[in-house]
């Protein structure tokens, strides 16, 4: 029987080291190694992975939880209100707030790995959500010239920047200045929404300051990346 | 004979999985509304299977040794045994299965799941089908202890290899081995060898007695005599840890009559025998290690040394009932020789090992338990204080464990086909490397369960061995590539 010669223990046919010291074992007879003279089999199969729920099952869990729960809460709502005031009145408000949650925390469990659906499901539904809050009262006051335009246009601001830095090649401190890019654009937008929906004069003014602070950031932010810190990873610098 | 499969993982609770168990007598009402298990898996869709269940043997309340454990659980600590028998004949899954639902009610009391209660555990009886599931190259990894519907034990088969692996919780390597006799006896009896039952091996068919699920702690604990002295903390080997769910095992065998021969030339037992060869080892780890060479700053070794207490005290529970000698060398004092070791740890384990200073400890664990403070504490907040107490009176006063269940007693009728018999620790990040001990006919086999990349204490041991004239055959499963164990080896 084959034996290590510095351990002085024996081994299996076929084993290539000591299981102790390491030291090659010398065997004659057999120089390839058995599988077959494994002790232990060499996969690693555990119960525990089959009996654990799949992820697919706890998206629909937790779907299902969280309407039942939304279910409640609203129905609960309704009916302190109900008892109060004998019709509907603040609940319609608290409703609307809930189910807004409600989407927007099943959303990304319903649709699951269409990850662009989504956002647009819970852009739109925040948008829905300002509509109703102002038309709750029987009439639009302020969502349809300003709620709507802000929340749309951030949305596609944000949508277009993201956009931006997921293509850009090399993803370094390029991306702060893009970044500031959107916000200078962001604030133009929302003065000129803001000017448009109030009536005043159209010409912006504040967020052309803003602009003109941000850009000359971005622009240094591009040339540091493009001529200094090129390839440098953002996760690096700003590991926390 | 057919060789069935075996399957890849077991059942999904979700399907109707159970095919191979007997059918169960119907019990007073629940006949009219449909067996229980017939509506657990009816289709309908639930996440958690509330419990159908209260006949005979609903719940039990843990021993006064398991108590500790559902405390301590965790990935690194499973708190978990093994014992696996090596056939001579490839196993047959198909009949193994049947012969494992046929014992299993023969033994209500491993038929349960582990459940919180406020002030405490509790086990509730589990209807679940409990599959033979194939073995893996890790064994008791990823356990369903703490999950509702797990059991705290399974039955696991490779090859010619057929392994109970059960939780400390449920029972000691005595009630384990009785288990397992009656699961080999069933199997064999399926393939037309008959046993004879009796105290080792149960009839399926019987009755269990109320006496072997009880606490036979609380039967001799004695209130009113003096708490054990509690030791200082002990040396613990160094090592940077193995990944999380893997673990070394290193098992040699050895010819028990020759062991037995070289304990007689020492005028020790086989356990006093090995203890000292342990104790000798972890003295070579220790001599070897850079940091202790200043011996005045070392800290003493000592071994855990389990004892079975039916030996001490009649009893025939199948629940926890044994309790530990702390045999310890001082390598303050200077270098022992092996001579001197093992004069040491005879006289200290005959000390420890009398039924009045083994009754001290019984009565600390079961008065401890008792104490009507210590009793209204929440269980979530006991457990921080079971934990902190696990580290302070357990694995801090001992460097290491070797148990020796002592001869497996398979049989006549088919012991002739057990190759080999194994009992397999894993360790625990604190004492890192245990040893388990086991004879059958006339092999003794040693496994070390170790959660380290080094493997001194192992080389140690079995070269101590060697160095002695004895004939050892290692084999490992073999957790790293050969040549990393020897990477950060302290012995040359």
């Known amino acids: 029987m084959p034996y290590c010669s510095k351990c002085g223990v024996e081994v299996d046919d076929g084993v290539a080291a000591c299981p102790l010291c390491s030291t090659p074992i010398q065997n004659l007879d057999a120089l390839v190694r058995k599988p077959e003279n494994n002790p232990y089999p060499q996969h690693i199969i555990d119960p525990e992975d089959a009996y654990s729920l799949s992820k697919a099952e706890r998206r629909r869990i937790g779907v299902e939880l969280l309407t039942l729960a939304v279910a409640l809460a609203s129905a609960a709502l309704f009916l302190v209100d109900l008892l109060s005031h004998t019709s509907l009145s603040w609940s319609r408000y608290a409703v609307a707030s809930v189910v807004l949650g409600w989407i927007m925390a099943v959303a990304p469990n319903v649709l699951y790995g269409r990850k662009k659906a989504a956002l647009a499901i819970m852009a739109m539904s925040v948008i829905a959500y300002l509509l109703v809050l102002d038309g709750l009262d029987g009439q639009l006051d302020w969502s349809l010239t300003l709620g709507a335009p802000i929340a749309l246009t951030s949305f596609m601001i944000a949508a277009a920047t993201v956009e931006i830095m997921v293509t850009r090649r090399i993803k370094g401190i390029n991306l702060l200045g893009i970044g500031a890019l959107a916000l200078a654009t962001f604030l133009i937008a929302l003065e000129s929404i803001l000017r448009i929906g109030l009536g005043t004069s159209v010409r912006p003014y504040w967020s052309l300051v803003a602009a003109l602070a941000l850009v000359p950031v971005a622009v240094f932010l591009f040339y540091l990346h493009g001529r200094v810190l090129r390839g440098a990873d953002l996760r690096k610098i700003f590991r926390l | 004979m057919t060789k069935n499969p075996i399957p890849e993982s077991p059942p999904s609770p979700k399907q109707p999985a159970e095919k191979a168990a007997p059918e169960k007598p119907s019990r007073p009402g629940t006949g009219a509304r449909g067996s229980p298990r017939a509506r657990l898996y009816s289709g309908t869709r639930a996440y958690s299977r509330e419990r159908l269940y209260s006949g005979e043997h609903p719940w039990y309340a843990l021993d006064h040794a398991a108590i500790i454990y559902p405390a301590i659980l965790s990935d690194k600590i499973s708190a978990y045994f093994r014992i696996q028998a090596t056939l001579i004949d490839q196993v047959d899954v198909g009949l193994l299965q049947t012969a494992l639902d046929a014992v299993r009610q023969r033994f209500p009391y491993f038929q349960i799941e582990l459940r919180k209660g406020f002030f405490w555990f509790f086990l509730e009886r589990n209807e679940n089908p409990n599959p033979v599931i194939q073995d893996s190259r890790f064994p008791m990894q990823k356990l369903l202890t703490r999950k509702r519907g797990g059991y705290l034990y399974r039955i696991r088969a490779h090859d010619k290899r057929i392994a109970l692996e059960i939780c400390h919780i449920l029972t000691d390597g005595s009630g384990a081995m009785i288990f397992l006799r009656s699961l080999l006896a069933e199997y064999y009896r399926l393939q037309g060898i008959h046993t004879e039952y009796g105290q080792d091996v149960f009839d399926p068919r019987g009755k269990p007695a109320p006496s072997e699920w009880e606490d036979a702690f609380s039967r001799y604990a004695t209130p009113g005599i003096p708490e054990p002295v509690r030791g200082t903390s002990a040396w613990h080997l160094p090592g940077l840890p193995l990944p999380l769910h893997t673990m070394r095992i290193t098992t040699g065998t050895l010819a028990l009559a020759e062991v037995l021969k070289k304990a007689k030339e020492y005028g020790a037992t086989l356990t006093v025998y090995l203890s000292a060869v342990f104790l000798a080892a972890l003295q070579d780890v220790q001599d070897a290690h850079p940091r202790q060479g200043d011996r005045r700053k070392r800290k003493p070794l000592r071994l855990q040394v389990p004892a079975n207490l039916r030996n001490f005290f009649p009893s025939t529970t199948l629940r926890n009932f044994s309790l530990y000698a702390l045999p310890d060398i001082d390598t303050r004092l200077g270098h022992y020789e092996f001579k001197e070791i093992v004069t040491r740890v005879r006289a200290m384990m005959n000390l420890a090992y009398d039924p009045k200073e083994l009754a001290r400890t019984i009565t600390r664990n079961v008065m401890t338990a008792k104490n009507p403070f210590i009793r209204v504490i929440p269980l979530t907040l006991k457990n921080i204080f079971m934990r902190s107490v696990y580290k ?97 080896a302290l012995l040359q």
């Not at chain 2, 001992?398 to 009992?423: C, H, I, Q, W």
């Not at chain 2, 004492?431 to 493997?455: C, N, P, Q, W, Y």
């Open chain 2, 392 to 488: 302070s009176h357990g694995e801090n006063l001992y460097s290491s464990l070797a148990t020796n269940v002592g001869m497996a007693r398979l049989p006549e009728s088919f012991s002739g086909k057990v190759l080999r018999v194994d009992v397999i620790l894993p360790s625990t990040p604190g004492l890192k490397t245990v040893a388990g001990m086991i004879s059958h006919r006339d092999a003794l086999s040693i496994s070390f369960g170790s959660v380290i990349e080094r493997t001194d204490l192992e080389r140690a041991f079995f070269t101590r061995l060697v160095k002695d004239g004895l004939r050892v055959k290692v084999e490992s499963n073999q957790v790293t590539e050969p040549g990393k164990e020897s990477a950060h």
